[in-house]
């Protein structure tokens, strides 16, 4: 999809947190980034170009935690080795969109609106690089009834230099786990 031709002010809001463990309170430090690391992380062309999205640069470290009154994750997008994650504000029509690239272990997870069959849609990312190698970037969707097992791979690994969201040189190896 074209993410960047959409109205993220109109979007429904994301959930995002940090991944944890089933029994765990909160992430495992040791394996996963912090919140603090995915915010020093982040780059955007709104932080080299100002007029893209006015404001967004000096706000977005509060928008990331959800310290940002009005402001929303309304869409993410996944590429091998990163991820995109775009805001809006409802209220005063401001937008803007980041990356999270490099990180060592990169663990998040996504919820959505309910759907109509009760179940609340749920996305978890997992992005891995060991000493500045991608060694996985994987997506799990849980939609209650239905479990996507997805795994971003690059068509030609001799160009993972040449473009940072990889376009063109992608494809998903798709596992679908029904009626669970």
């Not at 959409?6 to 919140?35: E, H, T, V, W």
């Not at 060592?104 to 996504?110: H, I, K, M, Y």
């Amino acid at each position: 999809m074209g993410w960047e031709v959409r109205d993220f002010c109109k979007c429904p809001s994301i959930s995002m947190s940090l991944y944890c463990r089933p029994g765990q309170a909160k992430p495992d430090s040791y394996s996963y980034n912090s919140m603090d690391e995915l915010i020093e992380l982040a780059d955007s062309d709104c932080f080299h170009d100002l007029t893209l999205c006015p404001g967004f640069y000096k706000k977005y470290a509060k928008i990331m935690r959800g310290r940002c009154y009005g402001w929303q994750l309304s869409a993410f997008s996944v590429f091998v080795g990163g991820i995109k994650l775009y805001y809006g504000n409802p209220y005063t029509g401001e937008e803007g969109f980041l990356w999270i690239v490099g990180a060592e272990r990169l663990a998040l997870t996504f919820k959505t609106q309910r759907s109509l069959l009760g179940f609340i849609p749920t996305y978890t990312v997992f992005i891995e690089h060991k000493s500045g190698v991608h060694r996985e970037t994987t997506v799990t969707e849980d939609f209650g009834y239905i479990r996507y097992e997805k795994e971003f791979l690059l068509i030609d690994p001799d160009k993972k230099d040449d473009n940072l969201f990889h376009d063109d040189n992608q494809y998903l190896a798709i596992t679908e786990y029904a009626g669970i």
